[in-house]
């Protein structure tokens, strides 16, 4: 395997154990001390905005300058976040201004590095292989994430919600170790970053025009907007569905611990996949077997109908096709830009997804009666169908094209057979 790869996959494997290890179950313990969902909706959305503010601008520079330094910079500045909360949560001193700033910083890290992180990895083989790519560093992800799963909701019950946040930095910090030593980059720029460069960049971020694919990457852009929403609308409210039928945050991170061990092979096979079927017809299926669940259980209260649809490897049909498809839709050198693009409007979608997921919660007095949740989970999928039928209409816009290409390559064959035969 490429060593940068190896290393980026690496650098994936220990953030995201050090992200599930915290991530998981924070949402909970900010439930269980009294934060409603418009509450996590409302510090994700800080977190979104920051990053929606800078993420292009550095997915430019990224570009322009190298890839590596960016990546260690998000690195760093996740890891102060995690050691952020271990003193709020040691001290006893959480307060909405502290976690307000915390979730700034998180959305700033995400936006210094999540550009050129991604565009790296998916260009590390070829643009012929995103999938490979980008299936490999997510089977990497998945064995990180399954372990801290498993771990993050048993660590917090026994040792306290501190001792996950402490544990989150030091592994963060590791992996970011790990980039610095020994990651390289392929082709670096020798490029100076004078205030000139600042400047461009700055001109080139604030400028709203796509990089790529004109109408197939905007299409495919709206298309990770409707997911967003659906997702955060949907699975805000779910997670707390499941937390609630399972009775505990241990059972809670054992069953997405378990989810994450079936799905560690999933994503290098389904990447393959994905390079020799095509990555939108990846994306279609995905789509709709989730439909069917989601739908389903947006009604039913069925414990193991929910165990098996949060366990089940279909995300990577999912994520695997939108993370490949950026970098294919996007001109050479602006991976990292239309990465960082991408990663914005996810984000950002899925903070109007968790507004819109706490305001109809707050309408519907969930907190009263939590049965009243099938009235969230069902515009969640409604969203869900939205997004199914765009990806039908990528998929025929590529195919078109291919029918074009194909077309003209044949025309241009007769063209110059015609031309020997004259000779």
Do not use: C
């Amino acid at each position: 395997m490429d060593k940068n790869l190896t290393v980026l996959s690496l650098f994936s494997a220990l953030t995201t154990f050090a992200g599930a290890l915290f991530s998981t179950v924070f949402s909970l313990y900010l439930w269980d001390r009294g934060f409603g969902l418009l509450d996590i909706a409302y510090l994700s959305a800080i977190s979104t905005g920051v990053s929606l503010i800078f993420s292009r601008f550095f997915g430019i520079l990224a570009d322009s300058i190298n890839k590596k330094p960016f990546i260690v910079a998000q690195g760093i500045l996740i890891s102060a976040a995690y050691f952020g909360f271990y003193l709020i949560l040691r001290t006893y001193g959480v307060s909405l201004l502290s976690l307000e700033m915390l979730y700034a910083l998180l959305g700033f890290a995400t936006a210094v590095g999540t550009g050129a992180y991604m565009a790296a990895t998916t260009t590390s083989l070829s643009r012929l292989n995103t999938g490979r790519a980008t299936g490999t560093y997510m089977s990497f992800s998945m064995i990180g994430g399954t372990l801290g799963s498993f771990l993050s909701g048993y660590l917090a019950e026994y040792a306290g919600m501190d001792a996950n946040s402490a544990f989150a930095a030091s592994i963060t910090l590791i992996g970011t170790g790990i980039v610095t030593v020994w990651y390289s980059e392929k082709n670096p720029n020798n490029v100076r970053a004078d205030k000139s460069l600042f400047k461009k960049a700055l001109k080139q971020a604030v400028n709203g025009k796509l990089r790529g694919k004109g109408s197939s990457l905007v299409l495919l852009l709206v298309i990770v907007t409707i997911l967003s929403i659906a997702n955060a609308i949907y699975f805000l409210a779910f997670s707390i569905k499941l937390y609630v039928m399972l009775g505990s945050k241990t059972a809670y991170g054992v069953v997405n611990g378990i989810g994450g061990l079936i799905g560690i092979f999933a994503p290098y096979f389904i990447g393959m996949l994905g390079d020799k079927v095509g990555k939108e017809k990846l994306l279609i299926a995905g789509f709709l077997i989730r439909d069917v669940f989601m739908l389903y259980l947006a009604f039913a209260w069925n414990l193991p109908v929910a165990i098996i649809f949060w366990t089940m490897p279909v995300w990577p049909l999912i994520y695997i096709s939108l993370v490949s498809l950026t970098t294919e839709y996007a001109e050479v050198g602006a991976e990292s830009e239309v990465q960082s693009i991408r990663n914005v409007i996810y984000s950002a979608s899925s903070t109007i997804g968790s507004l819109i997921s706490g305001y109809i919660a707050s309408l519907v007095s969930l907190k009263e009666n939590i049965y009243n949740m099938y009235a969230i989970l069902f515009v969640g999928v409604m969203f869900y169908f939205v997004a199914t039928i765009l990806s039908i209409l990528l998929l025929k816009r590529r195919n078109s094209h291919s029918l074009v290409e194909w077309a003209s390559k044949h025309r241009n064959y007769s063209e110059i057979s015609s031309e020997e035969q004259v000779k």
